[in-house]
């Protein structure tokens, strides 16, 4: 085993953290249909992150990661509101959301970067993401985002499973569905944004939504869902991880993304729900059967 | 033409051409195909920089457009056998493209003008500098683009207007009339993947998504007519732009996000002052509701004690906040808006109808038998004579 040095450690924990958390909550994200939500949000938190730049002038995690989670939960809440007032449907109401927010976070990187206080610089790491900026403070920011994640999985697991399955039957039920459709979706913000330093704007989503899809090809049960994913979310952040240390120049979150994308191309072919290997060794053995039942019939 | 103009013009056009295509796009729901799309052409672009080893060449947009195909493909294959849903599907694909476009770039092509920056972000303030000189005229490269791909987008949507009108609305009878609207789709989303790449240049991908997405959002507002909700769909996108211009110079920030930023707006304001949909006109409504719910409801009182012995009692506006639990003062604001309309009159200390009232209290009792016998059943009326015929 190679020795590692102290910034890798921290560059290969804060992904597998990451990936861990990402993954567990991605399984409700995808369950529900909101894979794009986390699109929209790593979008929408730019304006947050610029904003949050400007008043305190510190590049600080915390500072901006909260102007970011500002920025995203308003663009999550003004999406919904709309959908909720007008006929308009969730996919011209994200898009909307998405650019118009994407748009301002712009206006201002573009306004702060002609100021002649040029501090900005590395503000745009926020775009893509570079795993190799992570301190080990971030890591506590995880860590208890991790925390809080599987603290609020653990405590609504009843509510969240019904929510993610049947929501009207909740709703009828008298629970209070928009709160805890709220809750899920602030929890998903603050994944996000913590992402969003490792991986970048893009590619987020991805974190959220592969090793959900991936673990949904092994297994039907919520639980064991939710697990896998998270087990798979950071086995992927660890290659990426791994993968951006040891090759000059890959993007940590470019390469998060392709080895999740190999996760998820791996379990649809050998997935014990449908795998394309096992319905294709299936479909063989029909056809033998078939064919020695016609010949020796 | 100034720089400064002819920056106004491109704007313009790309917004133009961009909200063309996005109106269709909105109405088969799949508005977010634009947001994959202008990532994924991305790596069209860099494998046939790599081909070809050039920037300025025409293979290069054939290269981006059929990336867009290809993620187009890999979606619908993903979803085919159910095991992921579309979203999951899309969410899935355009970053892995994406990825694998940023990786080819930082690993073998850190040096050239494709820095991920300018193609996410794009800078229209350079684009007068590229020019082209054709039939006489000099004008920005991005200018000749996107003023063809305006016609191109425009000559599309005219010749094919029937057939992408019925296969947006109705894909399978489309398709059982013989009008093949896959195919259709096809073409469209090709035709959609080149606008993108086209105006990428100008205004980078994220943008891209407001320029196609937000007229069309905006103009499903304003219109539920098909003609008038692309024509709505025009008037934001040159306006969105324009506005967009000023903000960027006053504040000396970005043209293209101060485009999406003005979009942003502009559907604000569709939001809340739309005739018909709108914030304001839905309060409006509302309002109007109310007050002729409560005229209404003051002449039927008074209809049914007419001509009975509690008739003077009844019909005293004190009375009316014990049997209609009003208040004194909403009371006496809606006998005065019936007072208004003509339908009541003051007979000394009572009301009475006017023959327009009562004509008014028969309407609404024939129209609301049902509710009001229902109301009565469950005890939410007083218990009044029933309605003489």
Redesign the interface.
Known sequence: MIQLDHMARVVLAGCALIGLTGGALGTFV?LR????V??VVS?AALPGIVLAFWLTGSRSTPALAAGAALAGLAGMLAASW?LR????????????V??????????????IQ?QPDAAQAGL?RY??GNAATLLSQDLAWMAGAALLVAGTLALLWKEFSLLAFDADFAAQLGWPVRGLDLILTLLTVVVIVLGLQTVGV??M??LL??P??AA??WTDRLGRMTLLAGGLGALVGVLGGAGSLA?????T???I??AA?GL?LLS?GLGT??GWMWSGLRRRRQRREGREAVLHG | MSPATELQWIAAVAALACALPGGFLLLRRQALLSDALSHSVLLGIVVAFFLLGSLDSPWLVAGASLSGLLMVLLVDLLQRDGRIKEDAALGLVFPLLFSVAVILISRWAGHIHLDTDAVLLGELAFAPFRRLEWLGLDLPVALWQMGGLLLLNLGFLLLFWKELSLSAFDSLLAGSLGFRPALLHTLELGLLSLTCVAAFDAVGSVLVVALIVTPAVTARLLSDRLPAYFVWAALVAVLSSQIGWRLAVGLDASIAGSMAVAGGLLFTAALLFSPRRGWVAGLRRERAQRRQFARRLLVIHLHNHEGTPQEAEECRLAHLSEHLNWSAETARERVDLCLESGWVSWAGERLSLTAEGRAAARQALEELPLQLAGAREEGLLCPWPAPRT
Do not use: C, K, N, Y
Request: net charge positive; proline share 3%; no cysteine.
């Open positions: 995808v249909r909101q894979s794009l986390g699109d979008h709309i007032r007008t006929l308009l449907r969730e996919d011209g109401v994200l898009g909307l998405l650019s118009s927010f994407f748009g301002l976070g712009l206006m201002g990187l573009t306004w002609r745009d775009l893509f893009v590619l989503s991805t939504i592969a959900a899809v949904r090809q090759f000059a120049r890959l993007p979150g470019p390469a993304v392709l994308s998820v649809l729900r449908g």
